[in-house]
């Protein structure tokens, strides 16, 4: 079941997304995804709690024409369950620059080439509380 969509967005390279939700209590997994579409994917964010194997593991990947790109792991996990969770992104042509709880930074490419940002979506344990420009 998918969570909170935004579409028809227009953030430009340079400009800081900042998405905050509350991680819930026994959380598995939850994803935040940046694109053009749920098929066009900047950056897929993915924090495992304990899902598909990974434990306590972040994991971000592109999609382009619904095809998953390359994997990137991030160990540094500051997600609990149970408390609210702000997650800033900050994209240009080259790369995706991710601000974690606790300012930890995890650079990753840009495969998709794409300049705007026009579509964020929210699925798994993370109830959404805001999405704003900062
Ligand atoms: C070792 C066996 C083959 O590799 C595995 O292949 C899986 C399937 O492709 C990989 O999981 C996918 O990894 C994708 C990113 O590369 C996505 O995370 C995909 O899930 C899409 C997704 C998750 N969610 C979601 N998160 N939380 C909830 N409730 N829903 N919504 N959409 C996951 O099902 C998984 O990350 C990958 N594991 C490794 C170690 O490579």
Redesign the pocket.
């Known amino acids: 079941m998918p969570g909170i969509v935004c579409t028809n967005l227009n953030i430009a390279p340079g400009q800081r997304v900042a998405v905050k939700g509350d991680v819930l209590p026994g959380a598995?997994?939850?994803?935040i995804n940046l694109g053009k579409s749920p098929d066009v994917l900047l950056l897929?964010f993915?924090a495992r709690f304990d899902?598909?194997?990974?434990v306590k593991t972040i994991?971000c990947?592109s999609k382009n024409k619904g095809q998953?790109g390359k994997?990137l792991r991030e160990t540094n996990f500051p997600f609990q369950e149970g408390t609210t969770a702000e997650v800033l992104f900050t994209h240009d042509k080259k790369e995706v620059i991710i601000t974690l709880p606790g300012n930890h930074q995890v650079k990753f490419p840009n495969e998709t080439g794409l300049e705007n940002i026009e579509f964020v979506c929210i699925?798994?344990?993370l109830n959404f509380r805001s999405l704003s420009l900062v």
């Open positions: 598995k997994s939850f994803a897929h993915n899902a598909h194997g990974d994991v990947n998953w994997e699925d798994g344990d």
